[in-house]
């Protein structure tokens, strides 16, 4: 929420409908750190997405669990010199969280002039490779999350699609597995299509 606890904490215990909502899950209103850790790990918990489509085709051993327009956005996906999102959203011989767990710049919020409104990643190691780097988030149920990215700057996943294929905005940091993608049109469409599966 970028502001210290100290601040969230007392936003939270001021708003009414919060003081309730502590009454009910906690049997006290009061507003603790510890307790709003718990609250967003119960919440969570509660996000499962598990045996999807893309799941089925790829670890149950359906292979018409995809459409072919899908299967083929899949192979964009997950080559290197195509798509190449897999080098980040990764996709295991067993399971497939669709990310690395790590953090990157791919050059969201770089500005025409490539300077970043928020540091991201540099704020908390002061490492300048880590200016403009965000945690790479999963991609399961992408597309019921709009907007996209860590400000909410691209709206639809199309215009994601559009971004990628740009390269990313090109700031001194730019991660080097993000380049630009020479697609057509027709591909973008297909591609998009897994994305939106
Ligand atoms: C170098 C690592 C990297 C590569 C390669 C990469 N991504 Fe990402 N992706 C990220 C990071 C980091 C973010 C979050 C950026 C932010 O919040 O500003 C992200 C965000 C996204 C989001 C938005 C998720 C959300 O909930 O906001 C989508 C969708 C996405 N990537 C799809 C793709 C696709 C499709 C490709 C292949 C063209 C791809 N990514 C390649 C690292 C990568």
Aim: glycine share 10%; net charge positive; with cysteine.
């Amino acid at each position: 929420m970028n502001q210290p606890h100290e601040v969230f904490l007392s936003r939270l215990a001021k708003d009414p409908q919060y003081k309730v909502a502590f009454q009910q899950a906690f049997g006290s209103s009061d507003v603790t750190l510890r307790r709003v850790e718990n609250a967003l790990a119960s919440f969570e918990r509660t996000i499962l997405s598990g045996n999807s489509a893309f799941d089925r085709y790829q670890f149950g051993g359906d292979k018409s669990a995809l459409t072919p327009a899908q299967i083929r956005g899949l192979a964009i996906f997950t080559d290197a010199k195509k798509g190449n999102c897999t080098a980040c959203h990764t996709i295991d011989t067993k399971y497939a969280l669709f990310t690395d767990g790590k953090a990157h710049n791919i050059g969201v919020g770089a500005g025409d002039v490539g300077v970043f409104s928020d540091v991201g990643r540099f704020r908390q190691t002061g490492n300048e490779v880590d200016r403009g780097a965000f945690f790479t988030p999963t991609i399961r149920n992408v597309a019921n999350t709009a907007p996209y990215m860590h400000d909410g700057s691209l709206k639809t996943l199309a215009d994601v699609v559009d971004f990628y294929a740009g390269g990313g905005n090109s700031n001194a940091s730019l991660d080097k597995e993000i380049r630009s993608i020479n697609l057509s049109i027709k591909i973008e469409a297909i591609w998009w299509s897994f994305l939106n599966r």
